[in-house]
Every structure is written in structure tokens, then in C-alpha cells.
């Protein structure tokens, strides 16, 4: 079976060493062209690239998936089945083009939460548990019929970062078990209008100005926002002019000790934000032009 592999950053890298560590024939590696990165802006290859290259794989960086010249390259590969995890959308050249489809790795369980951050988003909502999905690509963004899901418990304890990690290793393990039934030829798929859900959930990309803290809800929204936005993109809040992105919260609910969005501390152990419900204890803050550091460190050198 020949396979042709797509993805980009790191999410997708152990998806693509699993299939070449049992054996699998991946005949090219798509991704992204190189792009300036750093102080210097050097071009900088992609997570894929650099695992697909390590392997000894051939690999191609179109910067249009509608190029002419692509799409003969695509074609003369003469891949049976194609597998994307973590790439942009493909148009219909492209996904309908081998004989056994092309299959998509999605981390959350579908229908639920489709779109770019399904990590992020599920912290966020405050979700127990999400997981993996492989599905087969239709015209429609993340609506193909599904093949396999995985689920996976979200922890308290859990930040878009630690999640993150463990989905990249269980989607790894459900690409390669999906792989393993499409090559047998017992593959089931089912319709995702088939499953009912109470309320339909999105995952759209998050910007930097929607990553602004909302005190005026409660000290656990709060909590799952911040969560849900750490390591990366990090949510912020504004205070005197300044903004301050925030890494780490606790919350507490004990009434209206404070008004929502009011800062208190004592310039020296803590910092206090108040929510509609109580507040949240600050434990790690960065400062424009600063590094990551935990409350105390922050107040020996910056009073508020």
C-alpha cells in the first residue's frame, strides 16, 4: 500500500514515525514551505520536513495544492491511500485522488468541537474527557464519515500544552490502527449527522485579541481560559495601561470579595483578580518585554 503522509508541526510527527516504524511504505511526505523564523528570519524547515528527512523520505513543499505541476507530482506518485494530520484544507484534486481515499486525523472527538484549536477549546468549555478522530475527507471541513475515535480524560491539572501531548501520541496510535483496517479492507465508517449530540460545539482558530481574560465570569471560566490558552497562543488581561499575559491561576469562590476586573495585592506575595463569584489567585505572569515568572519573583522587581 502505497501512502502518501501531510502535516506540518509536531503534532503530526509521531503519526508519520509509527507508519515507517511498522513497516509501511510512505512514498512522499507533504508539507509547508520553509519560512522565516527566528532574529535573523532564516528559513526554517518545517517538524515534518525534519522527521520526513531523518527518515529518508522524499519530500514536497507546494505552495498551491491547486499547482498544476503539484498535482502531476501528486499523481505520478500513484499513492493508494493519503493521510493528513495537522496540514490545511486540501481541495477535492487533491483528497479524491487515490483509489482508498485520504484520511484525516482530527483531536477531539467528532462531531464535537470541529475547526483549528479542538485542544484549546475543549479546556476551555470546561469538557472531562475529548480524544482523537480519523475520518475520511469530504467536501465539508471536518465533516466526513467517521472511521475511529479515542477518547482521552482531560485532567484538572491540564493545560492546552500537556493535553496536547498526549493526544499527539494516541491519534499516532489510532492513525496506525486505522491504517491497519483500511489495509485489511474492514473499515465501518459512520455518518456524523448519525451522531446525536444536545449541543454542537466549535473549535475556530483563536487570535491574539480573543485571547483577552473576560473577569466578568466566573473564577472557573476563568480557570479554563487560562488553562485552555497555555502554553500557547497565552491569554492576557490589562492592568494600568500595561498588558500582562497570564500563565497560571487558581480559582476561588467565596462572593464578591472584589469587583470583576479589580487587581489587589501586596506587592510582595500576591495577586488577587476578581471574577463575578470571587477571584482568581495569579501564580505565573509575564510582563511585556519579560520573562515567565511566578507571582512572587514578579513583585520583588515590579510593584502594581
Known amino acids: 500500500m502505497r501512502i502518501v503522509f501531510m502535516g506540518t508541526p509536531d503534532f503530526a510527527v509521531p503519526s508519520l514515525e509509527i507508519l515507517v516504524k511498522n513497516g509501511y511504505e510512505v512514498v512522499a511526505v507533504i508539507t509547508a514551505p520553509d519560512k522565516p523564523a527566528g532574529r535573523g528570519l532564516k528559513l526554517q524547515p518545517s517538524a515534518v520536513k525534519v522527521a520526513a528527512e531523518r527518515l529518508g523520505l522524499p519530500v514536497l513543499q507546494p505552495e498551491k495544492l491547486k499547482n498544476e505541476d503539484f498535482l502531476n507530482q501528486l499523481r505520478a506518485l500513484n499513492a493508494d491511500l493519503q493521510i493528513v494530520v495537522a496540514f490545511r484544507m486540501l481541495p477535492e484534486a487533491v483528497?479524491?485522488?487515490?483509489?482508498?481515499?485520504?484520511?484525516?486525523?482530527?483531536?477531539?472527538?467528532?462531531?464535537?468541537?470541529?475547526?483549528?484549536?479542538?485542544?484549546?477549546?475543549?479546556?476551555?468549555?470546561?469538557?472531562?474527557?475529548?480524544?482523537?478522530?480519523?475520518?475520511?475527507?469530504?467536501?465539508?471541513?471536518?465533516?466526513?464519515?467517521?472511521?475511529?475515535?479515542?477518547?482521552e480524560p482531560i485532567h484538572r491539572s491540564d493545560t492546552a500544552g500537556t493535553l496536547y501531548e498526549r493526544l499527539m501520541y494516541k491519534g499516532a496510535e489510532l492513525v496506525l490502527q486505522t491504517v491497519q483496517a483500511i489495509e485489511k479492507g474492514n473499515v465501518k465508517t459512520t455518518p456524523q449527522q448519525q451522531i446525536a449530540v444536545e449541543e454542537l460545539k466549535n473549535a475556530p482558530k483563536i487570535f491574539k485579541e480573543t485571547c483577552e481574560i473576560n473577569f466578568h465570569q466566573s473564577s472557573e471560566d476563568v480557570f479554563n481560559f487560562v488553562r485552555g490558552m497555555n502554553p500557547f497562543p497565552t491569554a492576557w488581561a490589562r492592568h494600568n495601561g500595561h498588558t500582562y499575559k497570564i500563565h497560571k491561576v487558581v480559582p476561588v469562590h467565596n462572593g464578591n470579595r472584589y469587583q470583576p476586573a479589580e487587581w489587589h495585592t501586596d506587592n510582595k506575595t500576591f495577586l488577587h483578580i476578581g471574577t463575578i463569584d470571587g477571584y482568581?489567585?495569579?501564580?505565573?505572569?509575564?510582563?511585556?518585554?519579560?520573562?515567565?515568572?511566578?507571582?512572587?519573583?514578579?513583585?520583588?522587581?515590579?510593584?502594581?
Do not use: C
Open 95 to 151: 483528497w479524491a485522488m487515490p483509489r482508498l481515499g485520504t484520511f484525516n486525523l482530527h483531536a477531539s472527538l467528532l462531531p464535537q468541537y470541529r475547526g483549528a484549536a479542538p485542544i484549546n477549546w475543549a479546556i476551555i468549555n470546561g469538557e472531562t474527557e475529548t480524544g482523537v478522530t480519523t475520518f475520511f475527507l469530504q467536501h465539508e471541513i471536518d465533516t466526513g464519515d467517521l472511521i475511529m475515535q479515542a477518547k
Open 280 to 304: 482568581v489567585i495569579v501564580e505565573e505572569l509575564q510582563a511585556e518585554g519579560k520573562k515567565r515568572m511566578g507571582i512572587a519573583e514578579f513583585l520583588r522587581g515590579n510593584r502594581l
